[in-house]
């Protein structure tokens, strides 16, 4: 699947490794994750979104070098911690990059269960789940998200071959659509973003 491109379609200087420590954004490196959604239901109502981040190699790197205390190119649980605490807490300022909107009005998801980061062939990942405050029937009330950095520092692609997933669906249940969200530009108007929005049957 060819997935449309945020406008102008540039690499990204990202802060994401200072936001890290200390919530400023005066630092520069350079900073892409991928990002794999999905929508997680119970029943016919959508409960939650669940995201799996894959970062580039080399903010990677520098994670990695600072919180894999033993070395041994994995992170245990005291070092997922250390993950969580040191480079991933501080995104609750930026919504975790999810910008969600029910019945077309914003949703901030803050609350974070499940996170996770590991480590596969040198690259970090996050893996973590953003509950809704409460659940909804997207069959009935419309419901899109998109997940990118609001002040472009960061740039979030979405998976080019599987970009969105469901979970707790029956197959066919749900489809998805992806564009680009014109209503909200971003970045002082001039990049309009990509929303996902679901589409799902009424019966």
């Keep these: ?51 799996h981040w894959l970062f ?26 250390s993950v969580r605490e040191g480079a991933f807490s501080n ?37 973590f789940t953003l509950p809704l405050p409460t659940p909804i029937d997207p069959a009935h009330v419309s419901f899109a998200a998109g997940v990118y950095d609001p002040e472009y520092y960061v740039e979030v692609l979405l998976d080019e071959n599987d970009p969105v997933r469901f979970a707790g669906l029956p197959p066919g249940a749900c489809t998805f659509d992806i564009r680009e969200d014109t209503a909200n530009p971003i970045y002082f108007g001039m990049v309009y973003p990509l929303a996902i929005t679901l589409d799902c049957a009424t019966s």
């Excluded at 975790?96 to 480590?119: E, K, S």
């Design 56 to 81: 580039d190699e080399i903010f990677s790197s520098f994670v990695i070098e600072e919180h894999d205390a033993n070395g041994d190119g994995s992170f245990d649980a005291a070092e997922t911690a």
């Design 91 to 127: 995104l609750e300022e930026y919504d975790y990059f999810t910008h969600a909107r029910i019945a077309g009005n914003p949703q901030r998801l803050t609350d974070v269960q499940d996170f996770r980061a590991t480590v596969a062939d040198g690259v970090l990942i996050y893996e």
């Design 1 to 51: 699947m060819s997935l449309p491109r945020p406008v102008p379609a540039i690499a990204l200087a990202g802060a994401l490794a200072l936001l890290a420590h200390n919530g400023s954004a005066a630092a520069h490196p350079h900073v892409w994750i991928t990002d794999v959604t999905t929508f997680v239901f119970e029943g016919r109502e959508l409960v939650a979104l669940r995201h």
